[in-house]
């Protein structure tokens, strides 16, 4: 690999998708089906290999993370992953490699959860809070008229799962949508996942255009769409975001890990946030889908952010090519001058609001899948929960400034709970 196209030294990061979009669930709100998209892909032993010799070969540092994602990965089999590690193993070459998985739970079982704690996986689980909470939007979507049967009844196999995984003692975490259904109960949510012990927690807001709408929302010259029904408002949101701050700076500082409250700390401190919605750039979030295909990012899985595929030959007989005449790799795909381009469009489209905004060193304009709104200056590209930012980042930010201090003298952000109660 040449020094023009591997610019830094950091780990280079690929999502994968072992069954592409399928899933057993298929939720209403789900970003991946519906889009005629590897919904029936799976992926074969010959491309994980070549995709875990091209990975590791690609890190420039001694740690390597895998993360398999879906759809619902375990619906690929175990014996799939067992190959997996073989070749992790084959091709590590001493690297120390981890392994995380996210999944719907469904579909843990005894096996599943030896093989994951033998083999040292973190787990994410899908979960949107209590039973209201889930099974509302979780499971059997009545999209293109497909059943899975799962309507009302997916979150007891969730919490199923989870016991499994935690009497296997295999480490896991929670991943929530925040959506029309919970975005309301705030406090019933946080307590929910500190009730069934949950120590690090993710929550993602659904901002969805309806399918109704039937023109891309990415496309800045379409018209205005109107929102899913599942999809929250910035103002639900901002109220959403200050009442968990609320309830975890009491007495969760440090004990539970809210992503977005850690990430917005480490923002506050300057450093890395540690989740790619709240950085300056994107281009560290790549996703391989199960016919090898390469795409910028996971929210980005579409025809105009294809980067190539590493297969030999593409599906008709042609040829894959980044430059002409010459066959992409992992490496070449990931170096390559679009993906440098998708990664620093996250900064170079922010629109002018943005710019002058103050919390922009927290905030840098959130995701760009959901810059669908327009700015107090009538330009595109304004954050569609930017009104939620701004009242969240206000709330927090004599906290932050606090726990910074606290951080730059040496001491532990979690006296934040001691000096709030002296007030
Ligand atoms: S588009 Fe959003 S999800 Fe993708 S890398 Fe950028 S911030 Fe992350
Ligand atoms: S809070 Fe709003 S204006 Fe400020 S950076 Fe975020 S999206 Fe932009």
């Known amino acids: 690999?040449?020094?023009?196209?591997?610019?830094?030294?950091?780990?280079?990061?690929?999502?994968?998708?072992?069954?592409?979009?399928?899933?057993n669930l298929r939720c209403d709100y789900c970003y991946y089906l519906g889009r005629g998209l590897h919904e029936g892909a799976v992926m074969n032993e010959a491309l994980l290999e070549e995709f875990i010799r091209?990975?590791?070969e690609a890190q420039t540092v001694p740690q390597v993370l895998f993360t398999?994602?879906?759809?619902?990965?375990?619906?690929?089999?175990?014996?799939?992953?067992?190959k997996a590690l073989e070749l992790q193993r084959k091709y590590g070459k001493g690297r120390q490699i981890d392994n995380c998985l996210q999944t719907n739970g469904t579909l843990l079982n005894d096996e599943w959860c030896r093989f994951f704690h033998d083999n040292h996986f973190l787990i994410g689980i899908s979960i949107d809070g209590t039973q209201a909470m889930h099974d509302g939007h979780r499971g059997d979507s009545s999209r293109n008229g497909e059943g899975t049967g799962f309507r009302g009844r997916s979150w007891h196999e969730v919490m199923r799962g989870i016991g499994l995984l935690k009497r296997y003692g295999v480490e896991w975490n929670a991943m929530a949508t925040v959506n029309a259904a919970n975005v309301g109960s705030p406090v019933e949510f946080y307590r929910f996942f500190r009730?069934?012990?949950?120590?690090?927690?993710?929550?993602?807001?659904?901002?969805?255009?309806?399918?109704?709408?039937?023109?891309?929302?990415?496309?800045?010259?379409?018209?205005?769409c109107e929102m899913s029904d599942e999809s929250i408002t910035a103002e639900e949101w901002g109220r959403f975001l200050c009442a968990v701050y609320d309830e975890?700076?009491?007495?969760?500082?440090?004990r539970v890990f809210v992503q977005l409250f850690d990430a917005t700390l480490a923002n506050w401190c300057g450093v890395a946030p540690g989740v790619c919605s709240m950085a300056p750039t994107c281009g560290q979030a790549a996703v391989m889908e199960a016919d090898?295909?390469?795409?910028?990012?996971?929210?980005?899985?579409?025809?105009?952010?294809?980067?190539?595929n590493i297969r030999q030959q593409e599906a008709g007989g042609r040829q894959s090519t980044l430059v002409s005449g010459q066959q992409p790799t992992l490496s070449s795909l990931l170096y390559s001058e679009r993906q440098q381009q998708f990664g620093q469009s996250k900064f170079t489209s922010l629109p002018q609001q943005c710019r002058e905004c103050r919390w922009l060193f927290a905030c840098?304009?959130?995701?760009?899948?959901?810059?669908i709104a327009v700015d107090c200056y009538g330009n595109p590209g304004l954050n569609w929960l930017c009104g939620g930012y701004r009242q969240f980042f206000s709330h927090v930010a004599a906290d932050m400034d606090f726990m910074k201090s606290e951080i730059d003298?040496?001491?532990?952000?979690?006296?934040?709970?001691?000096?709030n109660l002296k007030k």
């Open 1 to 23: 690999m040449s020094e023009a196209i591997m610019p830094f030294g950091r780990p280079v990061y690929v999502m994968l998708k072992p069954v592409g979009a399928r899933c």
């Open 54 to 56: 091209q990975y590791l």
């Open 68 to 82: 398999w994602h879906g759809g619902e990965p375990l619906l690929r089999g175990i014996d799939f992953y067992r």
């Open 195 to 224: 009730q069934i012990g949950c120590e690090f927690l993710q929550f993602t807001p659904v901002v969805e255009v309806s399918r109704r709408c039937d023109v891309s929302w990415r496309n800045e010259d379409s018209p205005r």
């Open 248 to 254: 975890w700076v009491r007495e969760d500082v440090g």
């Open 292 to 308: 090898g295909s390469v795409y910028s990012c996971d929210h980005f899985v579409s025809p105009a952010y294809r980067l190539g």
């Open 364 to 371: 840098n304009g959130e995701c760009p899948k959901n810059r």
């Open 409 to 419: 003298a040496g001491r532990a952000p979690a006296n934040i709970m001691r000096a």
